[in-house]
C-alpha cells in the first residue's frame, strides 16, 4: 500500500525558509509523477511544484524563484525547499503522487501545516 507522510511544517518569520519532506514507503516514488499543493484556510487547493526529474520542475508565479521542489531516489523522498517566506505562503502543505499507468491512481499525504507569521 502507497503511503506518503510529509514532514518539515512549522512557524516561520517572514523572509524566512523551510524545507519540507515526503517520504513514501510501499512504492518507488520515481516511478510516479509528483507535485505538491497547498490549501490555505478558506481557499481551493493549488499546485506549487510539479516535478518533472530529480533536479527540474515547474512553478507557478506565485512561488517562481523561491520554492524548489526536488527527488532523491536513494531517500524515496521528494523535497519542497521554501526560501522568502511571505504570509500568504501560510497553508497546509500537501505532497501528491500519480501512478503514469493505466487507472492512474493518485495518493496523497496527510499535510504538513506551514505559517508564516512574525
Known amino acids: 500500500q502507497v503511503q506518503l507522510v510529509e514532514s518539515g511544517g512549522g512557524l516561520v518569520q517572514p523572509g524566512g525558509s523551510l524545507r519540507l519532506s515526503c517520504r513514501a514507503s510501499?512504492?518507488?516514488?520515481?516511478?510516479?509523477?509528483m507535485a505538491w499543493y497547498r490549501q490555505a484556510l478558506g481557499k481551493e487547493r493549488e499546485l506549487v511544484a510539479r516535478i518533472l526529474s530529480d533536479i527540474r520542475a515547474l512553478y507557478p508565479d506565485s512561488v517562481k524563484g523561491r520554492f524548489t521542489a526536488s527527488r532523491d531516489r536513494a531517500e524515496n523522498t521528494v523535497y519542497l525547499q521554501m526560501n522568502s517566506l511571505k504570509p500568504e505562503d501560510t497553508a497546509v502543505y500537501y505532497c501528491?503522487?500519480?501512478?503514469?499507468?493505466?487507472?492512474?491512481?493518485?495518493?496523497w499525504g496527510q499535510g504538513t501545516q506551514v505559517t508564516v507569521s512574525s
Open positions: 501528491n503522487a500519480i501512478d503514469p499507468r493505466p487507472g492512474r491512481r493518485e495518493y
Open positions: 510501499g512504492t518507488i516514488l520515481s516511478m510516479y509523477n
